[in-house]
T-cell receptor
Framework: AAGVIQSPRHLIKEKRETATLKCYPI?????VYWYQQGPGQDPQFLIS???????DKGSIPDRFSAQQFSDYHSELNMSSLELGDSALYFC?????????????FGEGSWLTVV | AQKVTQAQTEISVVEKEDVTLDCVYE???????LFWYKQPPSGELVFLIR??????QNEISGRYSWNFQKSTSSFNFTITASQVVDSAVYFC??????????????FGTGTKLQVIP
């Protein structure tokens, strides 16, 4: 079965650079989530989109932005990168009213800022 | 506001021992979902189980079992006859309905399980 696809899987950037992460949700899923997980921490919610509209916002820095496109894929844009942005970034998707609203995660994108 | 508490930060057991991971949640909603996810050292988050708030039946899947008790707001996870491959961080999560139909998901802080051969 198709899963959530994230790219790239690994990314190394220098401070003050910009990075873009991409996410392709499971087909027919209407909600996309972005989470950030620092070393030894639990996943922290950044932002979500429901039917291509931003539905909720968590602890996402102003330097970050995200959007969901007409084909439901989503991108997380991170600018002016800081060392503290080094983390594992998860995209997840779910379909409201289906499978108990289970949220399925991608394999994550490892971002290292040097 | 929703909250998930996993009081056990780290647990070490010897292979073949049984181990229970605790999860306590807080929510004002009457309809919600509870989940357990496994995060092995490779980093991915693997979905294990979900429970909706109206289904308090315990579930067993192989060596895994889950005990959901609304009276104590707990959703505990037991691994029977643990194996080294069970070593991972386990997250409990709570999902409530947000406005507009989407869900708000809150994770616990995770319990790191180490199974020693």
């Amino acid at each position: 079965a198709a899963g959530v696809i994230q790219s790239p899987r690994h990314l190394i950037k220098e401070k003050r650079e910009t990075a873009t992460l991409k996410c392709y949700p499971i087909p027919r899923h209407d909600t996309v989530y972005w989470y950030q997980q620092g070393p030894g921490q639990d996943p922290q919610f950044l932002i979500s989109f429901y039917e291509k509209m931003q539905s909720d916002k968590g602890s996402i820095p102003d330097r970050f932005s995200a959007q969901q496109f007409s084909d439901y894929h989503s991108e997380l844009n991170m600018s002016s990168l800081e060392l503290g942005d080094s983390a594992l970034y998860f995209c997840a998707s779910s379909r409201t009213g289906s499978e108990g609203n289970t949220i399925y995660f991608g394999e994550g994108s490892w971002l290292t800022v040097v | 506001a929703q909250k998930v508490t996993q009081a056990q930060t780290e647990i070490s057991v010897v292979e073949k021992e049984d181990v229970t991971l605790d999860c306590v949640y807080e929510t004002r909603d009457t309809t919600y979902y509870l989940f357990w996810y496994k995060q092995p050292p490779s980093g991915e988050l693997v979905f294990l189980i979900r429970r909706n708030s109206f289904d308090e039946q315990n579930e067993i899947s192989g060596r895994y079992s889950w005990n959901f008790q609304k009276s104590t707001s707990s959703f505990n996870f037991t691994i029977t006859a643990s194996q080294v491959v069970d070593s991972a961080v386990y997250f409990c999560a709570l999902s409530e309905a947000g406005s507009g139909g989407y869900q708000k998901v809150t994770f616990g802080t995770g319990t790191k399980l180490q199974v020693i051969p």
